[in-house]
């Protein structure tokens, strides 16, 4: 906080999460599991996007960021589809446990929610992919939001002064 690292991993994943108005404990439990699982990193023989995170027993690091759910109104950003500043956190936080009860809770990471942070990203690749909550689930507009770039080498977040709203 201020000048402090918060948090830091190394390779591994970053993964920026906007939570949505709608998302549910469903959409939370899908976003989880997939970012847990998709095979972004090479396997000991070689062969490309062949294992996940847990495969390789590497670290995530998680990052709230509600301005993912931005929708643009002529040329500025509206938040309205992001879920509220009242009950994000309570969101954002039952993600990070859901992430630590399926994973070594000590490989999940997150910095300071809510705070405004310089994040500090080694992209190896560089490779981001986006991810969404199916449209299968119970409600097509309940729809989470994640952005994961693999492969980190070293990362870390500063939290800057000043806050954000939002998750």
Excluded at 131 to 148: C, E, F, G, I
Aim: aromatic content about 6%; some cysteine.
């Amino acid at each position: 906080v201020g000048e402090e690292t918060v948090s830091s991993i190394g390779q591994g994943l970053c993964v920026l999460i906007g939570i949505g108005r709608y998302d549910t404990a469903k959409e939370l439990e899908y976003m989880a599991r997939k970012i847990l699982n998709i095979r972004l990193f090479d396997g000991e023989d070689g062969k490309r996007w062949n294992k996940s995170v847990m495969d390789k027993q590497l670290e995530v690091l998680c990052v709230s960021q509600f301005t993912l759910s931005a929708v643009l109104k002529g040329n500025k950003p509206d938040f309205h589809e992001a879920m509220g500043p009242d009950t994000s956190e309570e969101a954002y936080q039952d993600f990070l446990q859901l992430m630590r009860n399926s994973y070594n809770p000590d490989k999940i990471k997150d910095g300071k929610f809510g705070a405004y942070m310089q994040v500090h990203i080694q992209n190896d690749g560089p490779v981001t992919i986006p991810l969404d909550s199916p449209d299968n689930l119970p409600d097509p507009k309940k729809k989470k939001t994640a952005m994961v770039a693999p492969s980190i080498q070293s990362l870390s977040i500063n939290s800057g002064e000043g806050d954000n709203s939002g998750s």
